[in-house]
């Protein structure tokens, strides 16, 4: 008998294992092997027993470096499974453009030591990836948080929405500037991108110039939310074009990560700050649609440049909800 | 956004105030930016500098780019907020142009 919605995580070793062991205790049918022993007939024994997992996890220290070709040979294995990897927060981010290849479109980094948010967060993320469910707006915010939603109606209405988000952020000192400030770009970028990104004729070309003032037409939606609990800032920006081509984003990430310098020749700067200013950084898609991104950051986490990022980046069939 | 042209005391470099946002609307500004540059070094005063987004990051680098490979110039960065030099950083502007720190005169000196 097949076994449904179970998990499959991959690892180096035991040591790598090691690492991922307090983020997987406690989840339900999870099968957790490492490769050093021979993955082929780890693997053949999975299946032997039935198991069809709905996702993958597979560690950065085997994939994409050590061993390029173990996506396709976990697509060999199990074709429909969802693929997550993840990678340490103490090593560097591993390397992009093999994912946008093998259309990887999910990494994880684990927290920092001690953080009790981030195996919450982990969990979550498997919860979503399983059920096959959208994140959002609320899923990291604290329970009675409210979330204020705009219509945005015209460009000219982003540096107000800017100044609102900014005032939600109550609280003075360096501490509070700085995320005020990286709360006031997201949601620039985020305006940005859906007000001149998102709106594309039937030849994909883009519709507006940016810097220019525009009106919506008359059936484009733009909702712009957003909530903070006294920790985390969390945004979103939904538009109804559903134009965002989700291997697009990982390759405009994975572009720009590789090419700093490069940056005034390459497309995707905005989405690729976006994904550097969140903690965690979620894109859906129904194709033709709509489109959501968003994520949330947390005052508590000083910014680190150069730090490994994750994201989720997830294209649904249109009727699903996203 | 305005700024500034001057002259260093000696005339030894250009100095470039930037001042309020810096994106798409800044286009012109930074397009015309280079042909202004005299001296082998200069200066951009980033302090009363605001919200610097992804189009404004460009612009800079395209700037930078510009005067550096046209106007053979030293490009020297002040003012930064940690914003600002975080930006700067992930984005590549340090790889065109240094940033420097106050110093107790208010001159900057390289960091």
């Keep these: 008998m097949q076994q449904m919605n179970s998990i499959v995580a991959i690892f180096k070793d035991e040591r790598d294992q090691g690492l991922w062991a307090a983020y997987l205790d406690g989840i339900s049918a999870l099968w957790s092997i490492t490769a050093h022993e021979g993955l082929g007939h780890a693997l053949e024994r999975l299946i032997g027993r039935g198991i ?3 996702l993958v996890i597979l560690s950065s220290r085997l994939y994409p470096t050590e061993d390029p070709e173990l996506v396709a040979r976990i697509r060999g294995y199990f074709p429909e499974a969802e693929l997550l990897l993840v990678s340490s927060s103490e090593e560097p ?7 946008c290849a093998d259309t990887v479109r999910h990494l994880a980094v684990n927290s920092i030591p001690g953080d009790p948010l981030g195996k919450e967060y982990f969990e979550g993320v498997l919860q979503k990836l399983v059920a096959g469910r959208p994140w959002t707006i609320g899923d990291c ?20 929405v800017v100044g609102a988000l900014e005032a939600a952020i109550a609280g003075v000192g360096d501490e509070f500037e700085l995320f005020r400030q990286r709360g006031a770009l997201l949601a620039d970028e985020l305006m940005e ?13 883009k519709l507006f110039k940016k810097g220019e003032q525009r009106e919506l037409l008359p059936e484009e939606r733009l909702v712009f939310s957003f909530g903070f609990d006294g920790e985390t800032l969390a945004m979103e920006m939904a538009d109804n074009w559903g134009t965002l081509d989700p291997d697009l984003v990982v390759e405009y990430l994975a572009r720009n990560q590789a090419q700093p310098g490069g940056w005034d020749d390459l497309g995707g700067r905005g989405l690729f700050l976006i994904w550097r200013f969140f903690d965690h950084f979620h894109v859906s898609v129904v194709p033709g649609k709509r489109t959501v991104v968003g994520g949330d950051l947390r005052l508590s986490r000083t910014l680190d440049p150069e730090a490994p990022r994750g994201f989720h980046i997830t294209e649904y069939k249109k009727g699903d909800a996203a | 956004m305005t700024s500034q042209t001057n002259g260093g005391s000696a005339g030894e470099f250009d100095y470039f105030a930037i001042e309020g946002t810096v994106d798409a609307g800044s286009e012109r500004y930074f397009k015309d930016l280079p042909a202004k540059v005299r001296q082998s070094r200069v200066r951009f005063d980033f302090a009363a500098a605001g919200r610097i987004n992804s189009m404004g990051i460009a612009l800079l680098l395209r ?21 600002h030099a975080m930006l700067f950083k992930m ?4 790889l065109l142009a240094s940033p420097v720190a106050a110093g107790a005169n208010g001159k900057g000196d390289p960091v």
């Design chain 1, 52 to 54: 069809d997992p709905c």
């Design chain 1, 93 to 99: 981010s591993p390397p992009l453009l093999p994912l």
């Design chain 1, 141 to 160: 915010l604290g329970s009675r948080t409210g979330v204020r939603s705009i219509d945005l109606r015209s460009s000219n209405q982003k540096e107000g």
């Design chain 1, 193 to 205: 991108n859906a007000m001149y990104g998102a709106p594309r004729d039937a030849a994909g070309e």
């Design chain 2, 63 to 83: 700037c930078f780019k510009e005067i550096r490979e046209k106007k053979q110039a030293e490009i020297t960065l002040e003012g930064l907020t940690p914003m």
């Design chain 2, 91 to 94: 984005t590549g502007i340090f």
